[in-house]
């Protein structure tokens, strides 16, 4: 009897230690029981930086912070505040100029506040290029007037963009012949003639515009440093910025501007899950399997963002030195 009672003991003990031990592995997470057990992270079309970036970076969050992640392109920036607001996705790349605008309720967000949606954090600069085929004597913004010009969906951070740069140069939409077309019909668009250039807002070099340069001669028309700095001190968002010589075979550099790309999140997912998402992220980058993985560092991390961080994300910058108030 006594053998059989401390076989018995000894059981018990071992599912016992199995169980802390499962609880254990689950409890590395931290993440709350109330956290859905899958994430939708909306990105932007699959001809752009954004789409492959997330497919990497959902991976890398599925991996560390124990939650299955998805990443879905979308129509990027401004659909993908909306789907954050309406509950339709958790994570979403954006643009900070895009979200700013939302959170304050202007631009395309006029009367359409969005208040549950906050940062995690900043990625990676989001060159503004306005592209052109070589063989169409564009040279400047100016150039731009009565021709067809590519300028993203309505409402897009790539509209907005455009709208920004034409309006510094003394213009609008209304001086220029606007098509809507993301950035594959944009560049197919150049490529046939059926359009003069496009606004493409995306990490450099962005796949469609290599795309075309493979068959095109490609020029990205510049922003003199006076419209820059103009630029700048009205939409304090946006950075100066330089294309390299050699990017889609051209052979000098080109002085333009940009943005951040960042990822935003929900307000409803808890504090445990987004402290565990940002530190997957951030401590990983070497595992990003793209070239915009160098640009993501703890050191940028905060650069351009103009919205509150949630509070998961500002646990962990505050632990790792980043963030100090």
Do not use: W
């Not at 016992?16 to 254990?24: D, E, I, K, Q, T």
């Not at 997470?29 to 992270?41: A, F, Q, T, V």
């Not at 001809?47 to 970036?53: A, E, I, Q, R, V």
């Not at 006029?110 to 954090?121: Q, Y």
Request: glycine residues 10%; contains cysteine; hydrophobic residues 40%.
């Amino acid at each position: 009897m006594k053998k059989q009672n401390f076989l018995l003991t000894i059981s018990m003990l071992l599912v016992l230690s199995m169980f802390l031990a499962a609880c254990g592995n689950s409890g590395t997470s931290g993440n709350s029981s109330d956290d859905p057990e899958h994430l939708i992270m909306l990105t932007g079309g699959t001809s752009g930086t954004y789409y492959p970036l997330g497919g990497a970076m959902a991976q890398i969050i599925s991996d560390e912070a124990d939650v299955n992640t998805d990443a879905i392109s979308s129509n990027a920036s401004a659909d993908n505040v909306i789907a954050l607001k309406e509950g339709d996705a958790e994570l979403a790349f954006v643009q900070t100029d895009v979200i700013a605008n939302a959170v304050d309720g202007v631009n395309a967000f006029e009367g359409k506040k969005v208040d549950n949606v906050l940062a995690i954090g900043s990625l990676y600069p989001e060159t503004v290029q306005i592209v052109t085929a070589t063989k169409t004597g564009i040279t400047s913004v100016e150039d731009l007037r009565g021709k067809k010009v590519s300028v993203g969906a309505p409402g897009s951070g790539t509209y907005i963009n455009a709208e920004q740069i034409l309006e510094i140069h003394g213009m609008s939409m209304d001086d220029i012949n606007a098509q809507y077309l993301d950035f594959g019909e944009s560049t197919g668009g150049i490529q046939d003639g059926n359009i003069d250039a496009a606004f493409i807002t995306s990490g450099t070099p962005t796949g469609a515009v290599e795309g075309l340069s493979a068959t095109t001669d490609v020029s990205i028309v510049p922003i003199s440093q006076d419209k820059v700095d103009a630029l700048i001190a009205k939409y304090p968002y946006y950075a100066s910025d330089i294309i390299a010589a050699g990017t889609y075979g051209m052979d000098n550099e080109v002085h333009t501007v940009a943005v951040l790309a960042m990822l935003a999140v929900t307000d409803s997912l808890s504090e445990d899950l987004v402290y565990n998402i940002t530190k997957a992220i951030y401590e990983n980058t070497d595992k990003i399997a793209h070239a915009k993985g160098e640009y993501i560092t703890l050191e940028s991390a905060l650069d351009g963002i103009g919205i509150d961080l949630h509070p998961g994300a500002a646990k962990f910058f505050k632990e790792a030195g980043v963030l100090t108030d």
